[in-house]
């Protein structure tokens, strides 16, 4: 069976403060990938970035960077310098080589503030 | 880019109503998926479409059927809808189901339905 975990319901910054997303996954198989998602108040989910577990290179775009650690099963999501425009629910997702399924994690809502 | 479209961004029915929400993709993909996302719960799968009449249950199916009759075309149905499917539904499209590269889905704007 495969999980996501994001331990952090929500959170809530004041502009230009960083902050990071937690994601933990569990998962048996050795080929996965891991995504994350921006779900704005619109309600599109909008694709960030995947990750494949065999890069586990850091990833940087802009303010946004990923920490892919498979030592700890974790991919977690730094936002740097924070913006109003960041306020959504970021999902953490696994999906692996022999389940085509998609399984999220449940959510961190992040509230950014003026 | 690739563009999911749903019939409609709000919907309201009535108990015992038959309903249908509909989902198109533009890409060609051959994978399609229904969730509905609820607070505190997340996104749960409930069907998803492998090809053109081939589909299978998600986590959640109880109370949903599918159709998929041409490839671009991925409807969820609620044959009698209840109050407990009030929910927002999202539909995903994703090239294939194999490499695993081709699992990434793209998601619908979603459609919030009130049953009442």
């Known amino acids: 069976a495969q999980k996501v975990t994001q331990a952090q319901t929500e959170i809530s910054v004041v502009e230009k403060e960083d902050v990071t997303l937690d994601c933990v996954y569990e998962t048996r198989d050795t080929t996965y990938y891991l995504f994350w998602y921006k779900q704005p108040p619109s309600g599109e989910l909008v694709f960030l970035i995947r990750r494949n577990s065999f890069d586990e290179q850091n990833e940087i775009s802009g303010r946004y960077s990923w920490n892919f650690q498979k030592s700890t099963s974790s991919f977690n999501f730094t936002i740097t310098a924070s913006q109003v425009v960041d306020s959504a629910v970021y999902f953490c997702a696994l999906i692996t080589g022999s389940n085509y399924k998609l399984t999220f994690g449940k959510g961190t809502l992040l509230t950014v503030n003026p | 880019d690739v563009k999911v479209t749903q019939s409609s961004r709000y919907l309201v029915k009535r108990t015992g109503e038959k309903v249908f929400l509909e989902c198109v993709q533009d890409?060609?993909?051959?994978?399609m998926f229904w969730y509905r996302q609820d607070p505190g719960l997340g996104l749960r799968l409930i069907y998803f479409?492998?090809?053109?009449?081939?589909?299978e249950k998600g986590d959640i199916p109880e109370g949903y059927s599918v159709s998929r009759e041409k490839k671009e075309r991925f409807s969820l149905i609620l044959e009698s809808a209840s109050t407990n499917q009030t929910s927002m539904y999202l539909c995903?499209?994703?090239?294939?189901?194999?490499?695993?590269?081709?699992?990434?889905?793209?998601f619908g704007p979603g459609t919030r339905l009130t049953v009442t």
């Open positions: 890409m060609d993909h051959e994978n």
């Open positions: 479409s492998y090809d053109v009449k081939m589909k």
């Open positions: 995903a499209s994703s090239l294939s189901l194999t490499p695993v590269e081709h699992y990434e889905q793209y």
